[in-house]
């Protein structure tokens, strides 16, 4: 069975930095896709980032130069870390590991 165990979040204040990781356990064949989205309170799942296979990155808009995410496809871990966070930043973060698997999801707040 696949397991993915998301790791960091909890309350940052405004201008604040935070680093999330995930790891996967269990079975999966030729992962080619890792990322992160996230959920506002509210709304729906959107994009945060996502790591290609050979070192293609993708980051949603309003995460572009804040954001970095770090994919180890040998070991399933996936990272993302953010700067100057935002009040707009807060929501449940998942990790994705190609696009059927999902992490529980952790909970990130801004706020002062």
């Known amino acids: 069975q696949v397991q993915l165990v998301e790791s960091g979040g909890g309350l940052v204040q405004p201008g604040g930095s935070l680093g999330l990781s995930c790891a996967a356990s269990?079975?999966?064949?030729?992962?080619?896709?890792m990322g992160w989205y996230r959920q506002p309170p509210g709304k729906q799942r959107e994009l945060v980032a996502l790591?290609?296979?050979?070192?293609?990155?993708n980051y949603a808009e309003s995460v572009k130069g804040r954001a970095t995410i770090s994919a180890d496809y040998a070991s399933k871990t996936v990272s993302l870390r953010m700067n100057n966070l935002k009040p707009e930043d807060t929501a449940v973060y998942y990790c994705?590991?190609?696009?059927?698997?999902w992490g529980q999801g952790t909970q990130v707040t801004v706020s002062s």
């Open positions: 994705m590991v190609n696009f059927d698997y």
């Open positions: 790591s290609r296979t050979g070192g293609r990155t």
């Open positions: 269990g079975k999966i064949l030729d992962v080619t896709a």
